[in-house]
Each structure stands twice: as structure tokens, then as C-alpha cells.
């Protein structure tokens, strides 16, 4: 009798020591995810629009949808070195990075420009663009509009992330998206988002680790802009915005009623039954791919543990790969043609440099959906009609 008394002591010792551990534990992962997912934390990315733009109107269904551009006098470049020690963690447990912080912070944010969503739409393009003087976002956004039908707009919803560090070229990006393109903000087809340089990691690693050869402005430029894509995919997923989302370049045209060969090509993969990661619409590497919604926050994660490595549509490629082992290339991406987009931007973002590449398919979508045939003026006969 004694021994099982003994024995329930010690069962009861383990007990409310584990216990007070899981307390524990539980509260610092509701602490942790506090700091990195809470919404509507402010930021240092989140003040009044600068003066530029003042005279641009304003959004009025939200107080904060013009805070996310900082004032001229507030710091917009960061290393990214800062780390934060978060109370309550263990010694030995590395520091969570101040960038990653900013990171998932900046991207619950609401929009700076865009009528807040009533509804979810079935699909959102996804844009993340920085400034260019030949002004390639405008012709997007334009051919965008342009070569869908009133219904197929009720689909979407166009997502534009301006990913300039430099102050006054976002005010650049975002003045000519308003001046141009305000009745599609005011109905929210058209939303817009930006964030602060805090969201960056340092690229001071360019100096030692260069992949593929490349020099290392080239390095920075190019994990910038995996951090760029990583942004807007956390964005769309937090705000659960479409049901399916594409990326779209800012220097694309699309082919007339784009948005229903999208959705048609996606009833034919339900009804064949096909299970599938990624669709593309185009021959470019990372142009025109559709994703499902529930993958975003695994790309935006992938994306962020190997920005240095490669350039990000072939880290887009190598997830596509991953999620489905086994398989070959051709089958990992299933290509719809012809191309529903076409490259026209020749001016790089990256300085010096060109890029003439062409779709050769696209054409073929012109034809597959505008042809027209001519106008009727006289109709004659030989035939005798009996009434």
C-alpha cells in the first residue's frame, strides 16, 4: 500500500511539472505570434501621405488608408541588422530578426489606396512594381482594364505593391496610379500597398556569397525582389483576398478576355480532376503563374529562408518542384497556350540593363479571342422561297 502511495506522489509531481511547462510554453508562443501577426499594429512605414500628395484625394471610408507612406523626415533605409530579443525567451534561442518582425507586421496592413473588399474575389493579380520613367505600369494596368469585359472585372481584384525604397519614387508610382486610374480605387478593383526598407534583410552578404556568377549589385537587386514577391503573397494571403491569386509583371499587356480563359482553364483541371500546384499562361518564367490561395503563405515562407540563393522565379520553380516530389518539370507546372500576356518592358529595373523577350504565342490569343467577322451590307439569293 505504501509503494502505490509512493507511486501516485511522484505521478502527481510529474503532473503539475508539466503542466507548468506547457503554461509556459504556451504563453510564449501567444506572445511571440502577438508581435509578428497582430493586426493593425502600427509601424514605422505608417504616417501621413508626404506633401506631394496632398492634393491627391484621399480615400475617406478608412481613417488609416493613407498611412503607410513615411514622412521625408522619418528613416527609410535599414540595414537590417537589429535584432529583437522577445521577453521571456530561454538564453541559447537565437534573436528574432527585426526585419522578419517589420516583415509580417508591414504586410497586415490596410491598404494605402483602394476601397476596402466586401467580398472575396476569384482571382487577384498581383503586381509589385518600382519606378521606371518609361512608365510601363500604366500600360498594364490600362491593357488590364481594357481587354476584360464589366463582368469579368467583378472577378478580380489588382493588387500593386510599390517596392521602391526610395521616397520619392513611390510618390512618383503612386501619383500616376491615382491621377490615371482613381475610379478603379474608389470601387476597389485596384488596391495598393507599400512598406518601409525596415522589412528588408541586410544584403551586406553579396560581398562574400555570389551565385551563378552574378556581380553584386546584381545579388541585391535580385534578393530585393524575392523579398518584394514574399511580401505581396503575404499580403494577398492575410487579407484573404481571392480564391486564387497570379503573379502579373508591371511591363505586360494581356490578350482580350484573359480573365475567362483563366477561369475556363481552371474548370477544365476540376472536371479532368487534375491536381496541380501552379498554372501558367505564359513562356515566361514567372509571368502569368496561378497559384491556389492556401500555397501563399508557404511560398512567401520559402521565399524568405533562400532570398540570397537564387533569382526568385527560380525559387518559385524550386517550391513548385517540392510540392510535388517525384514528378518531372513538365509535370510540376501545367502550361495553358497560347499566352494570354505579352512583355513589353525593355528598360530593366535593374540598372543597365535590357531585356528584349517576347512571347511568340500571345499573337494567337489575339486571334483566338477578337476576331470579327465583317459587316453584313447585302445578302442576295438564287433560291425561290415558298411562303
Not at 507511486?7 to 503539475?16: A, E, W, Y
Not at 480615400?59 to 514622412?71: F, G, H, T, V
Not at 512618383?172 to 474608389?186: A, E
Not at 528584349?356 to 453584313?376: C, G, H, M, W, Y
Amino acid at each position: 500500500m505504501m509503494k502505490y502511495f509512493q507511486k501516485r506522489n511522484l505521478f502527481c509531481r510529474k503532473s503539475i511539472i508539466f503542466s507548468i511547462i506547457l503554461l509556459i510554453c504556451t504563453g510564449i508562443f501567444t506572445f511571440t505570434s502577438s508581435i509578428l501577426t497582430k493586426p493593425g499594429t502600427k509601424s514605422i512605414a505608417q504616417s501621413k501621405i508626404p506633401e506631394a500628395l496632398e492634393n491627391v484625394p484621399v480615400d475617406q471610408d478608412r481613417e488609416d488608408s493613407s498611412k503607410l507612406i513615411p514622412d521625408e523626415d522619418e528613416s527609410i533605409i535599414s540595414n537590417g541588422l537589429e535584432n529583437t530579443k522577445i521577453e521571456g525567451i530561454r538564453d541559447g534561442f537565437p534573436p528574432v530578426p527585426r526585419w522578419t518582425i517589420e516583415f509580417y507586421k508591414q504586410s497586415t496592413n490596410l491598404p494605402i489606396f483602394g476601397k476596402k473588399l466586401i467580398q472575396k474575389k476569384f482571382i487577384s493579380l498581383g503586381i509589385s512594381t518600382v519606378y521606371r520613367e518609361e512608365e510601363y505600369l500604366k500600360q498594364t494596368l490600362q491593357s488590364l482594364l481594357d481587354e476584360a469585359e464589366p463582368e469579368e472585372l467583378e472577378l478580380i481584384v489588382i493588387v500593386i505593391y510599390l517596392a521602391d525604397t526610395d521616397l520619392e519614387k513611390r510618390k512618383l508610382q503612386l501619383k500616376l496610379i491615382v491621377s490615371n486610374f482613381r475610379p478603379f480605387l474608389d470601387s476597389g478593383l485596384i488596391q495598393i500597398t507599400n512598406s518601409s526598407a525596415d522589412i528588408y534583410p541586410p544584403l551586406n552578404f553579396a560581398l562574400t556569397k555570389r551565385t551563378f556568377n552574378d556581380l553584386t549589385d546584381r545579388v541585391k537587386w535580385r534578393s530585393k525582389q524575392v523579398i518584394d514577391f514574399a511580401f505581396l503573397f503575404s499580403y494577398v494571403n492575410y487579407h484573404q483576398m481571392s480564391d486564387y491569386h497570379m503573379i502579373v509583371d508591371d511591363d505586360v499587356i494581356a490578350s482580350y478576355r484573359y480573365i475567362t480563359a483563366i477561369q475556363d482553364f481552371i474548370n477544365l483541371k476540376k472536371l479532368s480532376k487534375v491536381k496541380w500546384t501552379a498554372l501558367h499562361f505564359t513562356n515566361f518564367l514567372g509571368i502569368g503563374l496561378l497559384f491556389h490561395k492556401s500555397d501563399l503563405a508557404k511560398i512567401s515562407e520559402f521565399l524568405l529562408m533562400f532570398y540570397q540563393d537564387m533569382p526568385v522565379d527560380m525559387l518559385i520553380r524550386k517550391f513548385i518542384d517540392i510540392e510535388n516530389p517525384g514528378k518531372t518539370e513538365d509535370d510540376t507546372v501545367i502550361n495553358r497556350f497560347p499566352s494570354i500576356f505579352q512583355h513589353i518592358g525593355k528598360s530593366s529595373t535593374l540598372p543597365k540593363k535590357s531585356q528584349e523577350i517576347i512571347d511568340s504565342t500571345f499573337n494567337l490569343a489575339k486571334r483566338r479571342f477578337k476576331n470579327q467577322n465583317p459587316k453584313v451590307m447585302k445578302i442576295t439569293t438564287t433560291m425561290k422561297v415558298k411562303f
